[in-house]
T-cell receptor, first 112, second 116 residues
Framework: QKEVEQNSGPLSVPEGAIASLNCTYSDRGSQSFFWYRQYSGKSPELIMFIYSNGDKEDGRFTAQLNKASQYVSLLIRDSQPSDSATYLCAVFNSNSGYALNFGKGTSLLVTP | EPEVTQTPSHQVTQMGQEVILRCVPISNHLYFYWYRQILGQKVEFLVSFYNNEISEKSEIFDDQFSVERPDGSNFTLKIRSTKLEDSAMYFC??????????????FGQGTRLTVV
């Protein structure tokens, strides 16, 4: 069973702080890694994806990937109350088809 | 901005009844998917569809499930004889495998299926 693990949280950070969300995966053949945001009762919304080791920045978001450690993270700078949601890590391996394998998600609460 | 649309947004059905969930994927996308999310649990893959046939399916996608692309725009998921445990949010997604971010999947707003 190929697992994607996330701490369920909740992770509570004050407004303006950096939120750090982590994800580990068991499938060494994984090629692409995605972070989705999901508000309660809504569908997953893609925030960003990363393929290569290192950092990838997009606005207030930075994804970090370390394939050797099978670890991917998402940093949210200047956190806002509107960032309060569940963040889903999803992993893709084309050798396993085009399906995404999701973690259970980390609940983030940004307090004013 | 193009989006995946799903209908209905909420469906209530009696146990044992058949339901059809409908999706209109993004028009230039070639891969279509159904995922489900039971309340409080993770998003789970059900099936992918490419070139008018099932590309991959999970162990959840048993004989009571089927998918179809009846015309050039719609993509449907049929559950033949619903069970209480089929109650979940069902998400349709699509992706463009030849685009610049070929594995990026866009999700519809979901259909909440309640089996009573």
């Amino acid at each position: 069973q190929k697992e994607v693990e996330q701490n369920s949280g909740p992770l509570s950070v004050p407004e303006g702080a950096i939120a750090s969300l982590n994800c580990t995966y068991s499938d060494r053949g994984s090629q692409s890694f995605f972070w989705y945001r999901q508000y309660s009762g809504k569908s997953p919304e893609l925030i960003m994806f990363i393929y290569s080791n290192g950092d990838k920045e997009d606005g207030r978001f930075t994804a970090q990937l370390n394939k050797a450690s099978q670890y991917v993270s998402l940093l949210i700078r200047d956190s806002q109350p509107s960032d309060s949601a569940t963040y889903l890590c999803a992993v893709f391996n084309s050798n396993s088809g085009y399906a995404l394998n999701f973690g259970k998600g980390t609940s983030l609460l940004v307090t004013p | 901005e193009p989006e995946v649309t799903q209908t209905p947004s909420h469906q209530v059905t009696q146990m044992g009844q058949e339901v059809i969930l409908r999706c209109v994927p993004i028009s230039n996308h070639l891969y279509f998917y159904w995922y489900r999310q039971i309340l409080g649990q993770k998003v789970e893959f059900l099936v992918s569809f490419y070139n008018n046939e099932i590309s991959e399916k999970s162990e959840i996608f048993d004989d009571q499930f089927s998918v179809e692309r009846p015309d050039g725009s719609n993509f449907t998921l049929k559950i033949r004889s619903t069970k209480l445990e089929d109650s979940a949010m069902y998400f349709c997604a699509s992706s463009d495998p030849w685009g610049p971010s070929r594995t990026e999947a866009f999700f519809g707003q979901g259909t909440r299926l309640t089996v009573v």
